[in-house]
């Protein structure tokens, strides 16, 4: 089947932006509780971060290469990077906009103060004073700019000041400008004892203190002017497969280099003049279109402790308890009850404890002979590696494959595998050129003297706290068929030789793509017979250009097609001819929607999947990612019933994707409000209290 023809795709970086722009609308929503509408914004900053720190640096480099690959949608570098940069504007104007004109005065009518520079009482501006000197002076290293003096590295994302000075210092120099870094241990905004805020929350910006007392870092010169400056850096990681010996050696020595990759953004502050823009834009060897001006703080990040630190529930969202499953409920060896069927977790609804407890159980278990276990991403202070490292240490046969290049996750990643080899747990980096996305765990274990296979699998990480914030399914498992694939993949990851034909699993970067595509064809067929067919799929992402090519032939024979797609798409849906019964959908709210859900309506004989792979290139073809099949019907009916069919009814948190690849709110038209992650919360989770 030939690819979409270019005008039926959409760009993939304005598809990113798209989303951030549905996040963005969350901070918006006055029907979000306002401390989640403020953790929202800085979501949002965040997310616009690492945009710019990989995704623009990509495009960066290719314009630098004078790089003539177009995108799939036909864009050429310098076309798609024009259009970034004219969006990322509107975008950040509109984040400011909001901040500054509806969440901080709504949290001043809650009692919870940002106070401003220009409206300190004296009490406040003594006491603010007192902690530049004690807190802050110390610390800061001033640094004047002159020929012994030059431009000082400035790491990625800091915050940092450019400061315009008149006069001459003590040695006679007057180079006119000084740069001060604010060290990365200092929090940006500092609490205010609450008689000296007048509130029971009153805050200060670290920018405010110290643009009040800059000039006692230059006695004797007159400071014409303070502005804060932040410049986002190409964060991409360069590691050559093919020439590295060793890949943990060689990523330890480029981890501290991405601090100082190429500049790609230079933020200031709106009242920044001109001369220094221009003078910091020729510093980091950028153009007037990599400016942003921002009317407040330039690290807007760093706000996010601030919702953990206000004690008012009122403001955030509703406390639960995640539930636990009515078998692991009642009873603690979670061996016995894998044996009497499958068991389903729907995370964070239904607690992640279960997926911990099948580690350590297996780790504690004198019947236990081996575990294997992917890493991914999985935190700094993980029990499951702890327990994993017990497991070794007891004698115990541990394998652990551990993917070293998850992005951002690089150093936990060889923290953990450094202390898995010293208690002699075998480490392996999985495939050279393939990243492991794939989330598989294998317990081997002695019954009535054979050897009986346990496994978990799963859409999303082993990482205890994304697990209350992401949508996930996992299953745990001793199907003999499943486990038996899985037992296979372990071995082929971490041994040599051609890939075995698996049984029940769809494996990247062999059978999962042309299985998917073969399944939706079938669809297609069926619907041409005259015979029940229906697709529905759920992920993070959708471009591969043979699946919607694939996508587009089934609408076309009539199969009617429903995809909640998170993140970018593109995908084009509703256009005649080519797309009318293909609807995607986006969900964006309380939790990041992270399942990835294929169904096949199959005349009838419904086929579900879950998976750890969204339909990408990368994923079908550079990753070694699973699709695991949900074998009993119960179990079937519960994936559908809780994560496909909310998702389609939702009409408060679901965009519809229009086929110019905006977005709109779907409408209620009169129905009943229905929220997907409420009703499952209300389902499965319990209130705190």
């Not at 239904?350 to 504690?364: G, K, L, M």
């Not at 948190?653 to 919360?681: F, I, N």
Request: net charge positive; aromatic share 8%.
């Amino acid at each position: 089947m030939s690819p979409p023809v270019p005008d039926t795709l959409l760009n993939r970086e304005l598809g990113i932006l798209e989303f951030q722009r549905r996040v963005l609308a969350q901070a918006e929503d006055p029907r979000v509780p306002l401390l989640e509408r403020l953790r929202f914004l800085c979501i949002f900053a965040s997310n616009l971060d690492e945009f710019f720190e990989v995704r623009v640096a990509g495009l960066k480099e290719q314009i630098r290469a004078s790089s003539t690959q177009r995108s799939p949608d036909g864009m050429t570098p310098r076309q798609q990077f024009r259009a970034v940069a004219e969006t990322a504007h509107a975008l950040v104007a509109r984040q400011y906009a909001l901040f500054n004109e509806a969440i901080i005065p709504a949290l001043a009518e809650q009692g919870i103060h940002f106070i401003r520079r220009t409206r300190w009482s004296e009490a406040q501006a003594a006491w603010i004073r007192d902690y530049f000197f004690r807190e802050l002076m110390p610390v800061l290293t001033p640094v004047g700019l002159d020929p012994s003096h030059p431009f000082p590295r400035v790491l990625n994302k800091s915050l940092n000041f450019a400061v315009e000075l008149s006069g001459r210092d003590a040695f006679g120099r007057n180079s006119g400008a000084a740069v001060v870094q604010a060290p990365r241990a200092l929090p940006r905004v500092i609490r205010m004892p609450e008689e000296i805020a007048g509130c029971e929350y009153g805050f200060v910006f670290l920018s405010s203190i110290l643009h009040a007392h800059v000039g006692e870092l230059f006695t004797g010169m007159a400071v014409q002017g303070c502005y804060q400056f932040r410049v986002t850096r190409n964060s991409d990681l360069f590691v050559d497969d093919e020439e590295t010996k060793n890949l943990r050696q060689a990523l330890q020595g480029e981890l501290p280099q991405r601090n100082f990759g190429a500049a790609v953004r230079l933020e200031v502050a709106d009242n920044c003049s001109p001369a220094m823009a221009a003078f910091l834009l020729e510093q980091f060897e950028l153009d007037a279109e990599d400016l942003y001006q921002e009317r407040g703080p330039v690290n807007l990040v760093r706000l996010m402790q601030v919702p953990d630190w206000v004690d008012r529930p009122d403001l955030k969202f509703a406390p639960f308890l995640p539930s636990l499953p009515a078998r692991l409920a009642k009873d603690e060896d979670i061996f016995a009850q894998i044996r009497k069927g499958d068991i389903l977790l729907h995370h964070p609804f239904e607690s992640f404890q279960p997926v911990i407890d099948f580690i350590e159980q297996a780790a504690a278990d004198p019947h236990v002979v081996a575990i294997r276990q992917t890493v991914y991403r999985t935190g700094t202070d993980s029990q499951l590696m702890q327990a994993l490292i017990r497991a070794a240490q007891s004698g115990k046969e541990v394998t652990v494959v551990v993917e070293l290049l998850a992005r951002f996750d690089e150093e936990a990643n060889i923290n953990w595998a450094a202390k898995l080899e010293e208690v002699g747990a075998h480490v392996v980096y999985g495939v050279v050129g393939h990243k492991t996305h794939a989330k598989l765990a294998l317990v081997i274990r002695r019954e009535e003297g054979a050897l009986k296979r346990y496994a978990h699998l799963g859409t999303g990480n082993y990482h205890a706290r994304t697990a209350r914030l992401y949508t996930d399914f996992g299953l745990l498992t001793c199907d003999d068929a499943v486990t038996a694939d899985v037992g296979s993949l372990f071995t082929q990851i971490t041994g040599l030789g051609k890939a075995g034909k698996l049984k029940r699993l769809w494996q990247s970067p062999f059978t999962l793509h042309s299985e998917v595509v073969a399944a939706i064809k079938h669809e297609a067929e069926l619907a041409a017979a005259g015979k029940p067919a229906a697709i529905i799929a759920k992920m993070n992402a959708l471009l591969e250009p043979q699946v919607i090519a694939a996508l587009y032939a089934a609408s076309q024979a009539g199969v009617k097609i429903d995809l909640v797609v998170r993140g970018v798409c593109a995908l084009r849906p509703g256009i005649p001819g080519l797309s009318e019964h293909i609807r995607v959908r986006s969900v964006v709210g309380r939790f990041l929607e992270h399942t990835r859900i294929f169904y096949f309506r199959n005349g009838g004989d419904e086929k579900v999947y879950l998976s750890s792979a969204d339909w990408m290139d990368r994923n079908f073809f550079r990753r070694i990612e699973t699709g695991f099949p949900i074998l009993n019907p119960k179990l079937r009916k519960r994936v559908i019933a809780e994560g496909l069919k909310p998702y389609l009814r939702d009409n408060v948190q679901a965009w519809e994707m229009q086929p110019d690849g905006s977005y709109r709110r779907r409408a209620k038209r009169g129905a009943k409000a229905y929220c997907a992650q409420s009703e499952l919360l209300a389902l499965l989770g319990k209130p705190k209290k």
